[in-house]
């Protein structure tokens, strides 16, 4: 880790991306002299909120000023404005407590830190951040750089080769939490002669697969059309849910999604590896008719796909449509035979 002043160390924790171009804000908001200590600290799934709100109430405890942490019995009309209130997870909140703190917050004295993700939305939750953020600007985590990897690294007398840190940097699209999957399962024996990454390429995808089977349904259909279509072609296949915008957010918020809500890319390739054929299926029969289903998805060939499953499949629903359909049952024979079924 390079050289840090002990307030900036205080932050760190050797087994997270807690980094100084993040502790180092936040430290600038719990020591200003002319304000009160209010911020909000932002982050998806595993972007190491939790642990920023940590390393304040460590490094507030070492200055000596009064601090107060939100828990379940907390009243928050019991804390002095004076006291910085540490709060945790406010998307999570019961309705009593937002309360509570969005009265708090229209206090511009009383001092409040607040990590949150940024989904779900709601106006008492958006007004809580407006309000923090007249103050300073949010410090917000989630996604990584080179910096902040090799920081990590040499916190924990680690080294990586930089091919290595720019796969994983490129499959993961930088976000914390598979960051830190790939670097705890990376092993150099494994990419010594395979410059794909192919073994950490299925470790997270098991990773991927399994936060995708938690999901909510809406969200975990949604990212599956994202994966199996192109990004824009997408949006016809969840035009069914009621708002996709919410779902994008949540996707994100989740750390399944970047920012502009398209999938990680780890997560569409976990996503094509382990999708049940029918669903495949399903996807590839609400496209537009004249749109190849087999064709070049985000810079893959979903042709790529071998698997009698996918084709049986294939060959099902183009006989469904034979009668009603029969352009479009074509294009579906043509791709089964893509996938592996015999031409005739």
């Known amino acids: 880790m390079p050289s840090t002043t002990p307030a900036v160390a205080s932050f760190f924790d050797a087994a997270t991306f807690t980094s100084t171009r993040h502790a180092r804000p936040l430290i600038d908001a719990l020591t200003a002299s002319d304000l009160p200590a209010r911020v909000l ?9 939790t642990t920023m709100l940590r390393g304040a109430q460590r490094f507030l405890a070492q200055t000596g000023a009064e601090v107060r942490v939100l828990g379940p019995e907390t009243n928050v009309f019991d804390v002095p404005a004076s006291s910085i209130l540490l709060v945790d997870d406010l998307h999570l909140l019961p309705t009593a407590q937002v309360e509570g703190l969005g009265l708090r917050v229209s206090d511009p004295d009383a001092a409040l830190v607040v990590t949150s993700r940024p989904w779900p939305h709601s106006n008492a939750l958006s007004s809580i951040a407006r309000q923090l953020e007249r103050s300073r600007p949010a410090v917000v985590l989630g996604h990584l750089t080179p910096s902040d990897v090799l920081d990590y690294l040499a916190a924990n007398d680690r080294t990586l080769k930089p091919a290595c840190m720019d796969h994983i940097l490129e499959v993961t699209g930088g976000v914390a939490w598979l960051v830190a999957a790939a670097l705890a399962a990376h092993d150099d024996r494994d ?40 990004a824009d072609d997408a949006g016809v296949v969840i035009d069914d849910v009621d708002d996709v915008e919410s779902i994008l957010a949540q996707g994100y918020a989740e750390g399944l999604l970047l920012r502009n809500g398209r999938p990680v890319p780890v997560v569409r390739s976990a996503v094509r590896a382990n999708l049940p054929a029918r669903r495949f299926v399903e996807l590839m029969a609400a496209m ?42 074509g294009e579906l024979y043509c791709a089964a035979a893509e996938a592996g079924v015999s031409s005739a």
Do not use: F, T, Y
Request: aromatic letters at 2%.
């Open 288 to 329: 537009p008719r004249g749109m190849d289903p087999l064709a070049s998805r985000g810079g893959d060939r979903l042709a790529d796909i071998r698997d009698p499953r996918l084709s049986s499949a294939l060959l099902e629903r183009g006989d469904q449509l034979l009668e009603s359909d029969p352009a479009r049952a």
């Open 191 to 230: 990419c010594a002669d395979d410059g794909s990454h192919a073994a950490l390429g299925n470790v997270l995808e098991q990773s991927v697969a399994h936060r995708m089977g938690v999901a909510e349904d809406d969200l975990r259909r949604a990212i599956e059309a994202m994966s199996v279509w192109s």
């Open 41 to 49: 600290i932002s982050g998806n799934a595993g972007s190491g909120k």
